[in-house]
């Protein structure tokens, strides 16, 4: 047992290991967004679909003599196959920079195909190694129990994921790290070697132990419905992982903790559950998860809850959904010999989840509702999976529960428009509307908790379930509304691969301050008067105390006495409604670099905002990530030779982690005049950017200063940071006078390519 449990382990080590390093070593060629942590997530799921399956038929199908000739066939080919790809990249899994995308279109087919080529073939094996390996096992190893084989796999998932954001990422450079990867590949490889000897060398007289030829007619094959319920009880848990990956990533940053710890969450059920059944207990589980999505809706509709709030509501919530649908999809496991097709269908329903959340979701929905979708579909399938068992709960004569369940039912909307459960519950009980809701609970019970009444005989948990409809329907009603309050008024509501979108009108029965409003999720990035004496003012984070509103009017350039030289170059990462060519004048040149093509659109051509059209500077707009665009332009001899350069890229209070890295300002430096500055918008709810930017200045030597913003009308407080090689143009009067010292208190290892942490700045 120990050469499979050693190599079990290992597989799913790599399995787990290899998912962060791919996503973090392609995601600033993406834009840096979530959505490239959910098309990893999506590829992975869908090759483990394409393992398991491969496990199911070839265990079914083949002799054990023939499935180890197989599989080490295909194990050798692949080492080979890394080994010739080592010599034309940096190392056998990570692509050389020229498979780079030129362009930001088609980019879920463009991360499929680099995968693929990358580490398809090795995932592909890894993925098998677990039902592969456990079926091996059982086979050999009669009477033993290979479940727990399953639990330790997932053991060494869990491992590989804890390890890669606080051992692995911080210690050892990219290129680095997949060189070990693939070391241990190889090491990997010999195990299933010796696995496949093993189960070479046992013989079965009768042959009763392959599966398609048994002939032991006692073990009846589950019905079609259970496997239904295999595939339901392995999607939700999945939607739930991927939508809650994104609430926590479209708030702070595309980060390998922030993807690793709703996945160690999830890995860490399967492990509870599949280890014993004794671990999944319903009466701790089933309470836990109705406290989780009463506080996760109450936060949901609060999106100004401190992070750590949402991180931690969001874990709990995802921790009670993975527990009860991992642990009701365990008591519905089969006998072993069905146990290659039960992973599959576990195998399925996950892959549907993804798919689901990465595919058909941003076609359906202009919000993350899927999040919303997950929280109803969690409580759904419990009660199915209750009603279908005539011994749990929900058919006992319960008076508390009912009483739970329907206070809760009540409580939950009040507590969506109060700010505390004490506020929300004394509002609940002064609703006098819901008297005869409780009357009527009252009276049902007083005849249906009788032991002797007919309805007790007929239907022993009619008021229980009457009362978890209610609740089931409640909850939905709550999230609906939800849902439709962010959608409420928008002109124009959007999704894609990079994020949310959606144009608002706001004051418009005031022709005097009528506004429209551009968001990207919950943050303004951008907004513009309608009057026509009025919109060629510059507002929210661009206003004339701004840092690029103090360069763009007071820059020595536009003191200058000859008309041409009064002109500046500037560039901006980050077009949003494009308010800083408010600031243009005839002769200047603004080139914004934009990724999503969205927000292109909408500024260029909604007809919402005119920035764009209104300036007198000349605009151009390069699609694509900005880094991979000032690349090209620098490898090429075309540096753009910015007098001020803009850095606002930033999605929602996610940070694009890419952009202010070591190597990204050595890319911006090349892109200035000797005299220029680099501006940067670092207004957060969450972290505190200046130490990064500290470093970074430090470690060019560059000159330093932050510039505040107050409050307007239509301007937003916010901070920026200033960077130049002198002081040339940070020493104007105008300028200067509005900057302070760049002095941050907290010590924080720079950012590279290879490294960056988020705890040390979080506010």
């Not at 229980?464 to 439709?484: P, T």
Request: aromatic share 10%; net charge positive.
């Amino acid at each position: 047992m120990l050469t499979y449990a050693i190599t079990i382990f290992t597989g799913a080590f790599l399995l787990f290991q290899v998912e962060p390093l791919l996503a973090r070593y392609i995601l600033p060629w993406f834009g840096g967004s979530s959505a490239v942590w959910m098309t990893c997530m999506l590829f992975f799921q869908l090759l483990l679909v394409a393992g398991y399956a491969y496990s199911h038929l070839i265990a079914t199908r083949l002799t054990a003599r023939r499935q180890a000739i197989v599989h080490v066939a295909i194990v050798l080919a692949c080492v080979l196959l890394m080994g010739a790809l080592a010599l034309i990249w940096q190392s056998p899994i990570t692509p050389g920079p020229t498979w780079k995308p030129q362009s930001p279109d088609f980019p879920v087919t463009r991360i499929f195909v680099l995968l693929l080529l990358s580490v398809g073939l090795p995932f592909f094996i890894l993925s098998t190694t677990g039902p592969l390996l456990q079926a091996w096992y059982a086979r050999s190893h009669q009477g033993s129990a290979p479940y727990r084989l399953y639990a330790l796999s997932n053991i060494g998932s869990l491992l590989a994921l804890v390890t890669y954001p606080f051992v692995v990422e911080p210690a050892l450079s990219l290129r680095a790290q997949a060189l070990l990867w693939s070391l241990l590949f190889g090491l990997f490889s010999i195990g299933v070697l010796l696995c496949a000897r093993s189960i070479h060398r046992v013989t079965f007289p009768d042959r009763s132990f392959d599966i398609a030829e048994s002939a032991d007619v006692r073990i009846a094959a589950p019905s079609r419905s259970t496997r239904l319920l295999w595939i339901a009880f392995a999607t939700v848990p999945s939607v739930m992982l991927l939508a809650a990956t994104n609430q926590l990533c479209q708030q702070v940053a595309v980060v390998p903790f922030l993807w690793v710890l709703p996945l160690a969450i999830y890995l860490l059920s399967f492990i509870i559950c599949f280890d014993n059944p004794l671990w999944y207990r319903r009466g701790i589980f089933h309470p836990l998860l109705g406290v989780a999505v009463f506080i996760a809706v109450a936060v949901l509709v609060r999106p100004s809850a401190s992070i750590i709030i949402q991180i931690v509501t969001y874990s709990m919530l995802l921790f009670a959904v993975c527990m009860v649908c991992h642990g009701e999809l365990v008591r519905l496991k089969p006998h072993e010999h069905y146990l290659t097709s039960f992973y599959l269908m576990i195998a399925i329903g996950g892959a549907i989840g993804g798919v689901f959340v990465v595919v058909i979701a941003p076609l359906l929905f202009t919000g993350y509702w899927e999040f919303d979708l997950a929280i109803f579909m969690s409580l759904l399938m419990l009660m199915i999976a209750l009603m279908r068992d005539k011994n749990s709960w929900l058919h006992e004569r319960s008076p508390l529960v009912a009483i739970a369940l329907l206070s809760g039912a009540i409580v939950l909307p009040e507590l969506i428009a109060t700010s505390s459960i004490l506020t929300a519950v004394r509002r609940a009980s002064e609703a006098a509307h819901l008297i005869p809701a409780f009357a009527a609970v009252a009276l049902m019970s007083a005849v249906a908790f009788q032991k002797n009444s007919s309805l007790a005989r007929r239907w022993p948990g009619s008021v229980v379930q009457a009362c978890a409809i209610v609740g089931l329907l409640m909850v939905g009603g709550v999230l609906i509304a939800d849902v439709e309050g962010n959608r409420a008024n928008s002109l124009i509501a959007s999704r894609n691969f990079y994020g949310t979108l959606g144009v608002y009108s706001v004051d418009s029965q005031k022709p005097e301050g009528h506004y429209y409003m551009l968001r990207h999720g919950q943050i303004i990035h951008g907004e513009q008067y309608a009057a026509a004496d009025k919109r060629y003012k510059p507002t929210t984070y661009y206003g004339p105390e701004s840092a690029i509103g103090l360069l763009m009017l007071n820059h020595p350039r536009r003191l200058a006495r000859d008309s041409r030289g009064r002109s500046l170059r500037v560039g901006a990462i980050g077009l949003g409604v494009g308010t800083i060519a408010a600031y243009g004048r005839p002769g200047d040149y603004l080139r914004f670099y934009e990724i999503n093509p969205a927000v292109t659109e909408i500024a260029e051509e909604s007809g919402y905002f005119t920035y764009l059209r209104d300036s007198r500077a000349r605009i151009e707009i390069v699609p694509g990530d900005a880094r991979l665009s000032m690349e090209r332009e620098v490898a090429n001899g075309n540096p753009q030779a910015f007098d001020v350069l803009v850095l606002d890229a930033f999605a929602g209070d996610a940070i694009p982690v890419h952009l202010l890295t070591i190597e990204a300002f050595a890319i911006y430096l090349r892109e200035l005049n000797p005299d220029g500055v680099i501006a940067i918008h670092v207004t957060n709810r969450y972290l505190d950017l200046q130490p990064v930017i500290q470093n970074i200045a430090d470690h060019f030597g560059l000159k330093s200063a932050r510039a505040h913003q107050s409050g307007g009308q239509l301007v937003k407080p916010s901070d920026w940071v200033v960077l130049a090689r002198d002081n040339s143009v940070l020493g104007q009067p105008a300028i200067a006078r509005k900057l302070r010292p760049l002095n941050s208190q907290r010590k924080v290892r720079p950012w590279t390519d290879d490294y960056s942490n988020l705890f040390q700045i979080l506010k």
